[in-house]
């Protein structure tokens, strides 16, 4: 029992540390987006900003919880 729980838990700071750094990493890219001298590069680099920051605080978290709730933890119990 303790190993599956040194799983969850395991689990449970990767999903943290990744939405953590999504923020993070997401807003660093809206400074440098700020920062283009073209106002239409300026709009490109926001829009992949935001994109990222989404992809890094919710979708990857979410990913790795799924595989992990539908895939490792049915063959660990």
């Given at each position: 029992m303790g190993e599956l729980q040194?799983?969850?838990l395991i689990i449970?700071?990767?999903a943290v540390f990744d939405v953590v750094t999504?923020?993070?990493l997401g807003q660093r890219?809206?400074?440098?987006?700020e920062q283009m001298p073209e106002p239409q590069d300026r709009e490109l680099m926001r829009q992949?900003?935001?994109r990222s920051?989404?992809?890094l605080m919710y979708v990857s978290p979410l990913?790795?919880?799924a595989v992990y709730l539908l895939w490792l933890r049915p063959a660990a119990v």
């Amino acid at each position: 029992m303790g190993e599956l729980q040194t799983l969850d838990l395991i689990i449970a700071l990767v999903a943290v540390f990744d939405v953590v750094t999504g923020h993070f990493l997401g807003q660093r890219q809206l400074r440098m987006a700020e920062q283009m001298p073209e106002p239409q590069d300026r709009e490109l680099m926001r829009q992949r900003a935001q994109r990222s920051r989404v992809m890094l605080m919710y979708v990857s978290p979410l990913l790795l919880l799924a595989v992990y709730l539908l895939w490792l933890r049915p063959a660990a119990v």
